[in-house]
């Protein structure tokens, strides 16, 4: 049922039984009444308040009638009264009569609705009625609860709990099935017409129909869960959602999906997503009414409503209501529990409900998104808003795979859009997209190509983006683009639009969740067009001083000595590389980009990295100065020496002392940098130097000199063994004892591998992070995947031994294992062959990992099944597709 009297219908959820799920739910569960028996009364429910329907009349301090003509926001064809005729008791029961209206009334039909509104208020309990329930096409009965006080807000953030709905009982269509069932159902989330429900259907075994005979109706309501009975046999479980936390303690996901509010957080003023007990953890009241037609009954079964019905009345009979309160724990509710197995599993009474999944927080580090290159992006589908058509992704001769999209009569928009509801693929998830970090100098861009152009030769060609369930968007024409690229039917056109032109006219850049691209409204009929490259990106910033080459606007400088430095070669590895000398004059040497001393003019930005980016540069003394007591330094000024940090080189992470003849590298991260007093926003000049007047004899090489960001070089992934393991990786034996051996595979292009062997003792093996080092793949969800290559020289002695692959996060806080064959190849090992193994990293998070914080991997024969086993991995990495 619905409490406004001033809302529109809900057509969108009465199409169709399958889609019931706005006034109860889609699949029937089936009945196993040996595996409890629920019947038996846990002991600490206590009667709190009842009406037994033993009087001459309804008690009003109970019960007050609603009387209006409203339809209940449902379209519902009925004015309810207080007439005696539309309810009454007698014979110890309350009767609620559907009766036809007298001619010429505003509505074709009468009935009645009572609620208990200030005179029977409750938070948490059980709430139980027997009765029998009327039939007929257009029939619709229902015991439910709604708030008593609206404290999140008008119907329905405030909540609606519909303990029992049914329509058209009894009602057989063409094909004989006969509608018997009835609905559990909650109604929550954002203001209407975004509101969301979930819930599920029930139908008694052996075809037994709710309207031949009395059945009890009941729910128990605790805090964070609501249960759903008919006849005492649980068979729906709803509960609040429960939000996984990465190890930076970011909410990523929900291990549970089920309730959540939207409300205004008293605090900042914010309106906020709540994943808690809200808004079902307020005093709620009690209704009872029929209804007759309207947006849900008349759109199923036989469709509208059956006049003959009701023609002499139909009856909705109650024997009794009665509130029970746990006596165990009343502020909770939690202790009078009557469950049975599987109430709480999704496969059987728990029910998924429809909370948004919580995006991950920004990082801070600039990363892109690709929404689709030659595949679709699960987390991002191509969506046909209005049209009915189906995006398809077909093959191009000059782009591979596309993006192709359809514009029939019906007036639609088409692009793609990342909103939970429009999700179809298992493995995807929605995935707003947070600009905030790249809008100065992030673009959204695309290829497109006009197929065939719409029919009306005056249609506009539009782009559109949305943020935040379109609670900010900016609609233009595409041929506003950053480079005014016009469309031509035929070719492929790049388009480009920045993201800081959108946030001017109104975006909210944080929340991206939809972009289209369409001929103008009701203007595109006829159209066929193709998309590819659809992405949002931004470039790093970065900044590279020398590598194999000086940056003209970045010159190799002695600032006081009088020389020149040069560019000499160095070994294979560094090629040419900057080399300084220092004389008997005291100098500071290094790189510069100040107009006075030639090269470019250019300081470097490096805010937008401050928290992760590095300055980082390889050194090798050729000559050491003549003092021994030199000591060398670097020195970074900011926007003509207005700030300025100067370290001992000791200071870097790696905490080295140049050593003559060597090539060594030094890092040293922005923010102590900055925290040292560097204003990071106008860098300028960069120097690597002996103290001052004690360098006299150096000579040194400078190589491979930049600000950057590891973490962005690092945004598409990382090979944890190829010829070698990565830094901070070992290959590893768990338990065994053994230590696993690089060797070289007869296979010429696998070069070196990581072989193991498995002896007696039981095992796991593969690659191991060394102490506090992790890699966050977080970024990588959408389309990442943890790959590698494995070949069994020897099987297991145990011809039952079953491979795994398992990996774990934060040391061992979270961890999946699964079969090898459940890799996206599915196959099983066969000795002797090098075989490739893949699993998507969003189905390793579904499967309830962090990826933020991977520090195992591991493939080995089920523990204790491994005994004589030897085998390779190689190209073991965790990679962006």
Known sequence: MKNTTTQLSRLFVAVTAATMMGCGGSAKTESDFTVVDPSEPVSDWQLVWSDEFDGNAIDTNKWTHEVNCAGGGNNEQQCYTDDPANSFLADGMLHIVALPAEEGAEKAYTSARLNTRYKGDFKYGRFEMRAKLPSGQGSWPAFWMLPTDYVYGGWPKSGEIDIMEAVNLKVADADGNVESNIYGTLHYGREWPNNVNSGKAYALPDGVNPADDFHTYAIEWQEGEIRWYMDGYLYATQRQSQVRYDSKGQAVGLSHRGWFAEYYDQITGELSTYWNTAPFDQEFHLLLNLAVGGDWPENVNNLGIDADAFANGQEYVIDYVRVYECASDPDTGRGCETVRPGYE???????EGEAPIPSPPSSGVVQNLTIFDDEPN??????????????????DPDMGAVTEFYVGAQPTVNGFISRGEFITDENGQASPFDGSGMLESGVISFDMKIVSAPSNPDSVWMFKVESNNASSAVEIELAANRDGVVPQTGEWQTYVFTLQSLADAGLDVSAIDVLMIFPAWGTGEGAVYQMDNVKIT????????????????????????GSMPTEELDDDEHGLVAQFSIGASPTVMGFITR????????PFDASSILETGVFEFEMKVVDAPSSLDASWLIKLESDNAASAVELPITESQQGLAPVTGEWQTYTFKLSDLSAAGLDVSAIDVIMIFPAWGTGEGAVYRVDNAKIYDPSAESANGITLFADVAADGWSIWDCCGGSTPTVETDEDDSKGAVAQ?????????????ADDGVYYDAANLLATGVVRFDMKVVSAPADPDAVWKFKIESGDAATAVELDLTDSVEGAAPVTGQWQTYTFTLQSLFNAGLDISALDVVMVFPAWGTGNGAVYRLDNVEIVAE
């Open 345 to 351: 599993s999704l496969d059987d009474a728990l029910v």
């Open 538 to 561: 931004a470039p790093t910033p970065e900044v590279v001083f020398f590598d194999d080459g000086e940056n003209p606007n970045w010159v190799m400088w002695d600032c006081c000595g």
């Open 595 to 602: 107009g006075a001393n030639g090269g470019g003019d250019t």
């Open 756 to 768: 193991f062997i498995i002896g007696e003792a039981p095992t796991v093996m593969g690659l191991l």
């Open 378 to 395: 699960p987390n991002w589908p191509a969506w046909d808003c209005c049209g009915g058509s189906t995006p398809m992704v077909i093959d």
